[in-house]
């Protein structure tokens, strides 16, 4: 829960805010993941565990998490395809870079506690396609290529709550596809 994952606002804003169940879930998620990798002892995992359950606003949550490195998901491709789907907690940053594979990235059943999610894309000769649900927006942020393409057809603004994916990088022959598909009901 960073200032940078909700544009606009002010940070002393942003900590008096009231967090959701699922703000609660993604700090309970990085703290285990922490205590896996050894970043936290068992008995200190537990206390934050329980303070992160109990947490009202955002800075509750914040000072929980506030030694902790930032997550990043990180997808690379030679050749084979390389797809991250299903049910899955989508991180605030992930890297995705494909030399000469398709990398598709489905946010559709992914649970996301931030705001906005910078995806940063790299290509050489490979593709990457991003599938957002209803409601998620996508916004092509800065990027530098050369001759690669670029297909935005996802919604321009979020539904209220719903986050933004920030689209970032390096497409340099390779082409990136951005769509929308609606939630099944």
């Known amino acids: 829960m960073t200032d940078a994952d909700r544009p606009g606002a002010e940070p002393d804003d942003i900590a008096a805010k009231r967090a959701a169940d699922a703000d609660r879930e993604a700090v309970a998620e990085r703290l285990r993941v922490a205590a ?8 200190e ?3 934050r565990l329980g303070r992160a359950y109990r947490a009202k606003t955002y800075g509750d949550l914040e000072i929980l998490v506030a ?3 930032v997550q990043t998901l990180v997808l ?5 395809n390389i797809k991250q789907a299903g049910r899955w907690t989508v991180p ?9 594979g398709w990398i598709t990235i489905d946010f559709t059943q992914a649970s996301c506690a931030y ?4 995806v940063e894309v790299i290509t050489r000769t ?10 998620w927006a996508a916004r092509v942020g800065p990027l530098s290529t050369y001759t690669g393409h670029i297909s935005n057809r996802a919604a321009q603004t979020a539904d209220p709550g719903a986050p933004t994916v920030v689209v970032t990088g390096h497409p340099l ?3 990136i596809k951005i769509r929308q598909r609606p939630r099944r009901r």
Not at 36 to 43: H, K, T, V, Y
Not at 115 to 118: A, F, I, L, S, W
Request: charged share 25%.
């Open 36 to 43: 896996s990798e050894g970043r936290i002892e068992l008995w």
């Open 67 to 69: 030694d902790l490195p």
């Open 76 to 80: 690379r491709t030679t050749t084979p």
């Open 92 to 100: 605030p940053r992930i890297t995705a870079e494909s030399t000469t």
């Open 115 to 118: 705001r906005e999610v910078t």
């Open 45 to 47: 995992l537990d206390d």
């Open 126 to 135: 490979g593709w990457i396609q991003l599938i957002l649900p209803d409601g």
């Open 173 to 175: 022959f390779g082409s």
